[in-house]
């Protein structure tokens, strides 16, 4: 499937939205640029980003070396997850507890301006054992592209639930400048592109209202609120209550 110049794997759901994590800077970065930036897979933190990368090349004379993806040394990427409002997500990308989550939605991806033969793939899981099937998974797959391995994460990190917004700096012509640059911006326009805009659970009021007012001074009418995640409302909402009987009888049970 194909959203202007957005390919999309097979396995993803139009239908589901999708959430970003961030900093409160990386927020105000994409409302006051109407940017999105990617960095180079390469940079990113976990080592394992392109396991491809990780695995030595045998050369004709029986030499073993380790040699860098030139695909991974020129793609940029972007992180989303299908999970909303999650604890783990909140713990990970807001330890100041003023982080922020997006959403968008699938469509919302071919807006984005500046994009030419991006990928849109949902992140495959592996461990040691079913390695080889996994990658054997994705390369069989049309719609992954060339995400390919860089689709690929260990499952130490299942809990993400991860989509990757993949681009190949290949295609915009510069090679020498695709291996140097370490990051790339694309247009977009956040009041069309942002579906909702919920704070860290955690957050003080002070800066959820503060936000607030931010928010709608740029002219967003989308949902903006706090997480609920942490309210004591649950079994007001299922209208639950407890009810105490007194039993005759002795701390055992027993009647007398």
């Known amino acids: 499937m194909c959203k202007s110049n957005v390919y999309i794997s097979d396995n993803i759901d139009p239908n589901l939205s999708l959430y970003r994590y961030m900093s409160l800077a990386q927020f105000l970065s994409i409302v006051e640029n ?4 990617m960095n180079k897979v390469k940079s990113w933190e976990d080592p394992w980003e392109g396991p491809d990368d990780q695995i030595p090349v045998q050369l004709e004379n029986e030499k073993i070396e380790q040699r860098d993806s030139f695909l991974t040394a020129t793609t940029v990427g972007q992180c989303w997850t299908y999970e909303k409002d999650s604890d783990a997500m909140w713990r990970i990308y807001s330890p100041d507890r003023q982080g922020i989550m997006i959403e968008t939605n699938i469509e919302s991806f ?13 992140v495959i899981y592996y ?26 994460k260990r499952e130490a990190f299942k809990h993400e639930n991860e989509v990757r917004l993949l681009v190949c700096l290949q295609a915009y012509g510069d090679i020498k400048e695709a291996l140097k640059t370490s990051s790339m911006s694309f247009d977009l326009n956040p009041l069309s592109f942002i579906k909702s805009i919920t704070f860290d659970p955690r957050a003080d009021d002070w800066y959820v209202n503060t936000m607030k007012l931010y928010c709608a001074s740029k002219g967003f009418k989308c949902p903006i609120e706090k997480s609920s995640l942490y309210e004591k409302d649950f079994f007001e909402k299922l209208r639950l209550v407890k009810r105490y009987e007194t039993i005759e009888g002795d701390c055992h049970g027993k009647r007398n």
């Open 110 to 122: 071919g807006g984005v301006r500046n994009l030419r033969e991006a990928v849109l793939a949902k």
């Open 127 to 152: 461990n040691r054992d079913n390695y080889i099937e996994k990658r054997n998974e994705i390369s069989e797959n049309k719609s992954y592209r060339y995400a390919g391995d860089m689709a690929l």
């Open 34 to 37: 109407n940017k999105i930036f």
